[in-house]
């Protein structure tokens, strides 16, 4: 897992908890390299994890909500270091699909090692669909990406997110409905 990932949960964790909280995630930890991450550095899934587990034990922060929270705030991140890849999209349906087809295209070239997720979208009948795939249980984080992909878009969008496969992270659907289709949807239910 790229470094970037490192950097940015102990700079999330120093702004918005205090440096000490991120001290303590770091130390309780028991990662090998006691939180030396560089953002070009690549390093184990598993030492991220760690880091989310001591947090939550800092904090009483369940894990899910912690890793979507840092989904969050990686969007908001990757939206003004890389800001070309959001030049074009106009919401979140012009975005999401670029995930895949072009942004993963583009951090390939940067970094041939990157293991990234795969991301298969679809639109059909005004829902976006979009099945999330890794070899690392991160459904969480990209379901935290996602909600903040609409924000950032200022979408009205309902996010719904289903499980697949085992459950344990590594498989997801997001159903993306747009607000006024859900409401009609409703009312079409109920007549």
Not at 45 to 69: K, M, N, R, Y
Not at 148 to 167: I, K, Q, T
Request: aromatic share 10%; net charge negative; with cysteine.
């Amino acid at each position: 897992m790229k470094g970037i990932v490192f950097t940015e949960l102990i700079e999330m964790v120093e702004d918005d908890l205090g440096i000490e909280i991120a001290d303590r995630m770091i130390s309780t930890s028991g990662t090998s390299n006691e939180g030396a991450y560089t953002a070009v550095g690549s390093y184990d899934h598993a030492e991220l994890i760690q880091l989310v587990l001591a947090l939550s034990d800092q904090t009483g922060v369940p894990v899910p909500e912690l890793v979507q929270t840092f989904g969050r705030h990686l969007f908001k991140r990757f939206s003004q270091l890389y800001s070309q890849f959001f030049e074009h999209a106009q919401s979140a349906f012009d975005f999401l699909p670029l995930v895949e087809t072009y942004i993963h295209v583009e951090v390939r070239k940067l970094y041939p090692d990157a293991e990234l997720p795969t991301f298969d979208c679809g639109i059909h009948e005004g829902n976006l669909t979009m099945h999330y795939q890794s070899s690392r249980p991160f459904a969480d984080l990209a379901e935290g990406l996602v909600r903040a992909c609409v924000d950032h878009f200022g979408d009205e969008v309902m996010v719904v997110r289903e499980d697949l496969g085992d459950g344990n992270g590594t498989e997801a659907c997001f159903c993306l409905t747009p607000v006024d289709q859900h409401r009609h949807g409703e009312v079409q239910a109920y007549v």
